[in-house]
């Protein structure tokens, strides 16, 4: 049943120049592969061809074909989607946008979800506490493997098709290097007792199977006559069963059903550092999610492209050819990915090479050990107490320059930072930083520039801005969601229409601006900027033309 008080919203994909194979960029096939799958029809999709792009209609044979799609030039583009790279959602009141492939792809969950809240396989894409691929691209290298990695890896190798020697992308190789790692799941200890239970009784059959029929099993001089590599297949086979049921059943209403009703007091007893290790059945563990969604399209591409040698390549990659024939026994990919034009592969299963434990070359180095200095420890509290501890004291006193300070009582309510869920007496400290900030902001404002409050958090600088500064355009840039949807909802209060608002890493936004706020100060430069820099204070910089 549809939720009336959703407003239909509008979905902005690249559309480039493109092969027979693959039609359209890897991120656009990545999302029209998860709106297939979702059957999601609260957003209207346009395609919006780059300047290298040629006019044919070869695009409509990876478009699904449960979704209508319209074609949009760059020029029709809403304002705010011009600021930022592709894709992008925009709400319908045209000044919420977000933008980024991780973003995208969770708000399209999130929609799907509203819309229909019977569907608990779209639900659960999002992982236990529906965190998948939540982190941001710089810090967790999870979300950036993902997200940004492995399809400009597989985007890269398929530009080099012409090479005569198949190279696999460090990337993927690195991939399959994770598959490798133990898998971690909340509530593992039960699932790990269950298969060590499972291996306990395959144990003694097999014991007993062996002693009764020794006889014929062996021939005269004591060779098995069952070949090795299909006894490490069933082998493989079983111990994999209870990891697939797990997995499978997550995406539906059954449960797993117990071994026994209560396990054996010899398993009970078993240190967890004892229990046998959970094999990963999809890229995050025992259960299919959003990363499973955002890597299919791009390793069936990969795979597709390698033609005659294919096979010999898989030998260096068993788990995700594994892994790319589980995630078709899912319910409703084979469906989806058939209305976009993707004909997923039969692979065999290939055993292992000698070549296949290769280490990833861009496995990730431990910076945090690297560069962490362990006598530091940031925020205001502990470098008060060291100073305490040292005999300074520190003693409050009023702002050294009245004049920067606002008249905070006669400001909306809307206004005051402790609408944005702050304490009194934080509120308080975030008031003076903003006297700071505003002060040497409306110097430098002009009529028409537009200001940007990079990772904004609830806004607090950016809505004082925009009430302050009617005349200028202020943008709030911020990776949470939560924080944008405070923010904006403090502005549909003040009745503010010179704000917008991005939820996307900092990589996505590109649109030009004359004054850039930071909470800390740090250079980045963009080719749709300026060059010319003129840092005015710590977190406050302008573009000089």
Not at 71 to 96: T, W
Not at 187 to 206: A, F
Request: hydrophobic share 35%; aromatic share 6%.
């Amino acid at each position: 049943m549809k939720n009336n008080c959703m407003h239909e919203a509008c979905l902005y994909l690249e559309l480039c120049n493109h092969t027979e194979d693959k039609v359209f960029p890897l991120h656009t096939s990545i999302v029209l592969f998860l709106m297939s799958y979702c059957e999601s029809t609260s957003i209207k999709v346009f395609l919006v061809p780059n300047e290298d792009s040629t006019s044919n209609l070869l695009w409509m044979k990876g478009a699904p074909t449960n979704i209508p799609i319209n074609i949009l030039s760059q020029q029709e583009l809403p304002p705010v989607v011009k600021s930022c790279r592709l894709p992008a959602l925009v709400e319908k009141d045209g000044n919420f946008c977000r933008a980024g492939l991780a973003v995208v792809l969770r708000h399209i969950i999130w929609r799907t979800c509203e819309t229909d809240c019977n569907r608990k396989d779209v639900s659960e894409l999002l992982g236990f506490k529906k965190t998948c691929l939540k982190a941001c691209a710089e810090v967790s290298q999870w979300t950036r493997l993902c997200e940004i990695s492995i399809p400009l890896a597989v985007e890269g190798f398929l530009k080099n098709l012409s090479d005569q020697r198949v190279t696999i992308p460090p990337e993927i190789l690195h991939l399959e290097h994770k598959l490798r790692e133990p898998v971690r799941v909340h509530n593992d200890d039960k699932i790990r007792r269950q298969k060590l239970q499972l291996l306990s009784k395959e144990s003694n059959e097999v014991s007993v199977e062996n002693g009764s029929k020794r006889s014929l099993e062996f021939y005269s001089d004591g060779r098995d006559d069952t070949p090795r590599e299909r006894k490490k297949e069933n082998k493989d086979t079983e111990l994999g069963s209870l990891e697939l049921k797990t997995a499978l059943s997550k995406l539906t209403m059954e449960q797993v059903p117990a071994v026994t009703n209560r396990e054996q007091s010899c398993i009970r007893k078993v240190k967890t550092t004892d229990l046998p290790p959970l094999e990963h059945i999809f890229a995050e563990g025992l259960y299919f999610t959003l990363t499973d969604v955002v890597l299919l399209p791009c390793l069936h591409y990969f795979f597709v492209s390698l033609g005659d040698c294919r096979d010999e390549t898989l030998k260096t990659l068993p788990l995700l050819a594994r892994w790319y024939q589980r995630v078709q026994e899912v319910s409703g990919v084979k469906k989806a990915a058939a209305s976009c034009g993707i004909h997923l592969l039969n692979l065999s299963a290939p055993l292992p090479s000698s070549s296949a434990a290769v280490s990833s070359s861009c496995k990730p180095k431990n910076d945090k050990d690297e560069t962490t200095d362990i006598y530091f420890r940031g925020g205001p509290r502990p470098t008060m107490n060291k100073l305490e501890e040292n005999g300074i004291s520190a003693n409050f006193t009023s702002h050294p320059y009245p004049s920067w300070s606002l008249d905070w009582g006669n400001l909306p309510v809307a206004v005051n930072p402790i609408e944005g869920r702050l304490s009194c007496e934080r509120a308080l400290r975030k008031q003076q930083q903003l006297d700071n900030i505003i002060s040497i902001v409306t110097k430098l404002a002009k009529p028409g520039d537009t200001i940007v409050d990079f990772c904004s958090g609830g806004g607090h600088v950016g809505i004082v801005l925009a009430h302050t500064l009617p005349l200028c355009q202020v943008i709030l840039v911020e990776n949470k969601g939560e924080s944008l949807i405070r923010a904006k909802d403090r502005c549909d209060d003040l009745k503010l229409n010179n704000i917008w608002f991005i939820q996307a890493n900092l990589d996505y936004f590109t649109g030009p601006f004359e004054i850039g706020e930071f909470h800390r100060f740090y250079q980045k430069t963009k080719t749709a900027v300026p060059d010319q820099i003129s840092c005015q204070v710590p977190g406050i910089f302008n573009f000089t033309h």
